[in-house]
């Protein structure tokens, strides 16, 4: 998604499935607690008169319209959680879990153990002194 766009200008703006088919139009948009970048939309279906929570990363917005490469009945199913309030953690790992989102963090194996007790440019350890 573009991310120097002014969250503000998606509100309003319609929004379409994977297949171009019309889901209804953004009424609010989420930011990172953390970057502030915008994160999630809150896209006023008409189903069941609910709003519902779709990642804008890696949805698109082209051609005045917000493009969300995922099915209708995905989405129609994803967490109600409700909005104008916030989304806590575990609300977004639901929702990321919803749409089949990995956001583990990459798992890096420890370093290497060092002796540290050694001199550098020495094979002896350190005498204490």
């Known amino acids: ?3 120097d766009m ?4 998606l509100i309003g703006r319609k929004a379409f499935d994977r297949n171009g088919s019309k889901l209804g139009t953004v ?7 953390a970057t502030g970048t915008p994160e999630w939309a809150a896209i006023r279906t008409g ?3 609910r709003d519902a929570f779709v990642p804008l990363e890696p949805s698109e917005f ?10 209708r009945s995905l989405i129609k199913d994803a967490p109600d959680f409700g909005v104008g309030r ?12 919803h749409y089949g989102i990995d956001v583990s963090a990459p ?3 420890p ?9 550098a440019g020495s094979d002896e350890p350190e005498s204490p002194a």
């Open 62 to 71: 082209k051609e005045g319209a917000l493009r969300v490469p995922f099915e």
């Open 27 to 33: 009424d609010e948009v989420y930011l990172d607690d």
């Open 86 to 97: 916030h989304l806590s953690p575990e609300q977004e790992l639901q929702l990321y879990h």
């Open 6 to 9: 002014d969250p503000r200008s």
């Open 47 to 49: 189903l069941f008169s």
């Open 111 to 119: 370093p290497p153990d060092r002796d540290f007790g050694r001199i």
């Open 107 to 109: 798992t890096e194996s």
């Open 1 to 3: 998604m573009q991310t």
